[in-house]
């Protein structure tokens, strides 16, 4: 698989850290991140740091994986309901594919997407997982 | 060893896989005595993560408590021997994912298993000194024990990463440290090894015992304390053997020991060892008590730390998730599937 290193490194703060934008106008928030408002039309848009909290809308288990996901198959991958409203569709870790059901809160933490080959750059990004209970 | 400024921790965080491989599984593969292991059980590290998936939510949860904004931070440094890359820094991953880049000092530090405390007695230093309002030092590693060597037993993933500030902001008070280091080498892995190799009982007296003693020793004779005035006393937990027999030695009373010793029940940690001991006992210290940490890294020497915790811990502690919420978080895994998340099928 051929790597693009520019491409990985333009999109690191977005797979980092969940970063958003919020219309200045209409207060609406987007991710991923816009620049013109797609409710309003404006330019005028913010940053917008997203909590990393949600809920899961939908998901399904992958066990036939694109190649580079081999690692971790099976896993499940899921659209998830982040607390302000959007949906973004990410992978669920350190979970029980018995336990997983829609609407289980989950939050976000980062892992190993994927890894070009031995020599090749390793991809970060952010997973959800099922909320850690608090002891 | 003091700093020029007072300073303290105003924040910790520890992180723990989920996994767990029991003890009795791996003897039972490699046909030895079931009964007669180091640890109960170890932590494994999933497919997806590694040193640097682990000291992120280590630095996450250290801010949390520390309520500090991320640009604040003069340095993000990352103790461990298990860096994803040779050669390319984890904690400029690890600042980038906190937000803290572009204007910080961030570097891996490399020294066994006190890798992570020799971030720390760096980052005292630093922002001791003034050069920086705020460090982040953090212990981490996912180790690597050969298969059917001794140290699989214990050879665990977790690290904890602690935010060095001013003192009037800390949730424990910072009195002194102290480093002590000579050539012995103990355990090594060399270039382009998959997996250390070790002087087998020549890791104990020479190496581990010597230095954990002399170096408590010393920084105790400096402060005017012994080592039995301290609430709690972390030292660095290879097993459970090695840090009550130093305790044994240093004259600790056993149940001074307990609350920071967690290796029975996640194993050998490495350079995150002694620092998720610290940051159990940060869990439970009460304003007032004092707490010795001691690290040990082959190679050969111990860092030791001397605190007293403040009444600030009460209002931080439950901002992020404690040690236990990690600890008792776990999936039970058998050999075979511990050995593909270790990548120990090499085909």
Redesign the interface.
Known sequence: MPSSVPRHWRE??KR??LLGTKCASCGTIHYPRRTVCPSCKARELEEYQFKGSGKIYSYTIIRSPPEGYE??KPYAAALIELEEGEIVTA?L??C?FDDLEIGMPVES?????FAYGESGI?V?GY?FRPI???? | MKTIKDVGIVGYGAYVPMYRIKNSDIARVWGNDPVRVPVKEKSVPGPDEDACTIACEAAKNSLLRAGIDPHSLGAVWVGTESKPYAVKPTATIVAEVIGATPAINAADWEFACKAGTEALQGAFGYVGSGMAPYALAIGVDTAQGQPADALEYTAAAGGAGFIVGPAEESLAHYEGSYSFVTDTPDFWRRQHEHYPKHASRFTGTPAYFYHVTNATRRMCDELGKEPNDYDYVIFHQPNTKFPMAAAKMLGVDKEKVIPGLISPYIGNTYAGSSLVGLAAVFDVASPGESVLCVSYGSGAGSDVFSFTVTEKITEVRDKAPNLKSYVGRRLEIDYATYARYRGKIRM
């Open positions: 690191n703060i980092y850290r690692f971790c992978q870790t350190d029980n933490v980062i892992r190993r997407m390793i970060y997973k850690l209970p608090r002891m």
